[in-house]
């Protein structure tokens, strides 16, 4: 063997000793401490009348929007939540002390009632399709109709339809597009009206607007009274 090999093949087997004698030698003691006593200056007590801080109103007292309401009526079925979330964190981030509320805007009575009648219509045009041999004859008719044995013919792929159809008609009922903004209630936003959402630097003018007048009226109404 070179010295090449003897050096690669010696040094694992140093350190491998060297770890073993580190691992069972006992650690040596430790050097004695010497501490000094110092004696301690007595500290003059505190008064505690002198900590006493100005009272401080809460904050928000002072908020711009302290005692004002701002609505947000939205359509819940359109997936306007998201919209409606970040104009409410918006306004109470510009206006402190204002409270926002959130709250579903229905649809008018009428497209309420029709939403009602869609399950009814969806579950009767399956019933009709797989059961409908038996229920023609109890309701006089001896004959099914040319469209049953049509619907019939594809009768998984007609109940698929139905229920699609179905669900996409109940869900144009339940929504009524709207994303109506009232501050004090009073109406400062209407996307029916307008057909567009409203921006978060618009929204924060007609919000300050509208403050703005309300704080003009109050102190006018103090005024008088």
Wanted: charged share 15%; net charge neutral; glycine share 8%.
């Amino acid at each position: 063997m070179d010295r090449t090999q003897l050096f690669l093949l010696g040094l694992p087997l140093f350190l491998f000793v060297s770890d073993l004698f580190g691992l069972f030698t006992p650690p040596p003691p430790k050097p004695p401490s010497h501490h000094h006593h110092h004696p301690h200056a007595h500290k003059p007590p505190i008064n505690p009348e002198t900590l006493d801080f100005p009272s401080q109103k809460p904050a928000a007292a002072e908020g711009i929007g302290y005692g004002s309401t701002v609505n947000i009526n939205f359509c819940a079925s359109c997936s306007y939540r998201g919209t409606a979330a970040t104009m409410k964190k918006m306004l109470e981030t510009q206006f402190p002390g204002i409270d926002v509320i959130l709250e579903n805007y229905p649809p008018p009575l009428p497209k309420r009632l029709l939403s009602k009648v869609v399950p009814v219509f969806q579950f009767g045009v399956m019933g009709i399709i797989m059961a409908g041999e038996q229920i023609f004859p109890r309701i006089g008719i001896t004959t099914p109709p040319p469209w049953y044995y049509s619907l019939r013919a594809n009768r998984f792929g007609s109940i698929a339809t139905t229920w699609l159809l179905g669900n996409v008609m109940q869900s144009f009922l339940q929504s009524s597009g709207a994303f109506e903004v009232y501050c004090n209630e009073e109406l400062v936003f209407s996307k029916l009206k307008e057909g567009r959402f409203p921006g978060e630097i618009e929204l924060k003018d007609l919000v300050s607007k509208t403050l703005a007048d309300t704080r003009v009226t109050d102190n006018i109404g103090v005024v008088w009274s």
